[in-house]
């Protein structure tokens, strides 16, 4: 029998579109520059195709191909001056500070929640040349960044403007919202979620005894995960060493792709069971401390630091989110090194094993990914828990020296690598 705690009314709101505001967290020297020379040309082709009267796109077109801009921004002023031109702003002159638009997609978004300054945008420069710059985003509209990033959100047309000395950017996202009418997650059932290597995800959840029952386990998911990334990985370092940077690439989107494919099944396949249980509350390990605390040598660190926990979590929280299943985070620290069911520290003598310190405990050996996933939950059950959302974005962990105004972000050629600042470890607290 459902709990009336779970009967609750949801309403879809289609299509419900928003301004996401960020603004570029000093850029430096290199990078004002370029944004400079972006504003410069892109106001230079639009002052021209104005002035020529371009009522078209193909007339537009002809006037800005000449112009040192990507293609997004060529493709936003073919949209924008037809209508300046044809009547519908009825516009005499242009002012001088016009903003940069990109058309849908032009600006990428990329989050390491490791960091102090955890959203990074891929700026478009020209069509070979981008930037890859930290950002401080409006904390009251953190779901929907994440939303994007897990492609929950469709990103629309964007606009890089500097105000004051200081570089902005407005994003478009659209979504569909599904929004509670009533709920209370007071007596809800935790369903603990342990993401990892081995077993790409975990879930199990308590019975009303408090007895640990049906976990469910993708292991063989995270077989493929790994084994796609250590192609990528292996295929890529070859490719650059012979100098094919673009084929390198190329190959590396494909295999993401299907990575991605795998995340998206995965997770939806969470959510269900999640609403296969009474009154049920996700509970996720917070990421602010996951990677930072990860030191297991040089090359189990590329592996899992590489990993994309954050693309997990994001996509766990929109789907529960659309099911109107409410998500909670809790300091990952020992979950996996604990026992669930006396609190001791045990050890893992196989990736896949738990083995309880304690003698009088009726835990010897214990499936090690369950084994975290019930902690977890009871992190919850304890009170030691908080919602993403009312997480501080300045806030990180302990000792963490993970750049915080983006001045390690420096180089003649930005890539999606620069927007990583080198980090020092701290243990290997971290389930």
Known sequence: MVSSAVLMGTERMPGVTKTLELRLVDPNAHKQRKLCETREAYQQALQAAFDADCTTQSATNNVVVEYDLSGYAKNALKQYVPQLCGGSYDADELHDDHPVKFTNEGVQLDHKPQNALEWYVKVPHHDDYHLWIPVQANPDQRDW????????????????????????????????????????????????????????????????????????????????????????????????????????????????????????????????????????????EDLTYIRENMDYGAYMNRRLHGWGFAKLHAQI????????????????????????????????????????????????????????????????????????????????????????????????QDSHADAEPQQVTHGTNAS
């Open 145 to 284: 960044l994440e939303a994007l990033y897990a492609d929950d959100a469709e990103m629309g047309e964007s606009r890089l403007f500097e105000r004051d000395g200081t570089w902005y950017l407005h994003v478009t996202a659209t979504r569909d919202i599904e929004e509670q009418s009533a709920a209370s997650a007071n007596e809800g059932t935790p369903v603990g979620v342990d993401i990892g290597e081995a077993s790409l995800v975990t879930v199990c959840h308590r019975d009303d005894s408090g007895s640990p029952v049906r976990p469910k386990l993708w292991a063989d998911d995270g077989k493929t995960v790994r084994q796609l990334r250590k192609t990528h990985f292996t295929a890529k370092r070859r490719l650059q060493r012979r100098g094919s940077e673009r084929i390198a690439e190329s190959y590396g989107d494909v295999l993401w792709d299907r990575i991605d494919h795998v995340v998206h099944r995965v997770t939806r396949e969470v959510v269900e069971y999640a609403e296969s249980v009474e009154n049920p509350v996700l509970v996720l």
């Open 317 to 412: 929280r929109y789907k529960a989110a659309e099911k109107g299943i409410p998500v909670e985070t809790v300091n990952p620290r020992n979950t996996s090194k604990e026992c669930h069911a006396c609190d001791k520290v045990g050890s893992r003598p196989r990736q896949a094993t738990f083995r309880c310190s304690n003698d009088s405990c009726w835990v010897t050996e214990y499936q090690a990914d369950v084994n975290g996933a019930i902690n977890i939950a009871d992190r919850y059950c304890s009170g030691e828990s908080h919602r993403q959302s009312d997480r501080n974005p300045q806030q990180k962990a302990s000792d963490d020296d993970s750049a915080t105004d983006g001045a390690s972000l420096t180089g003649p």
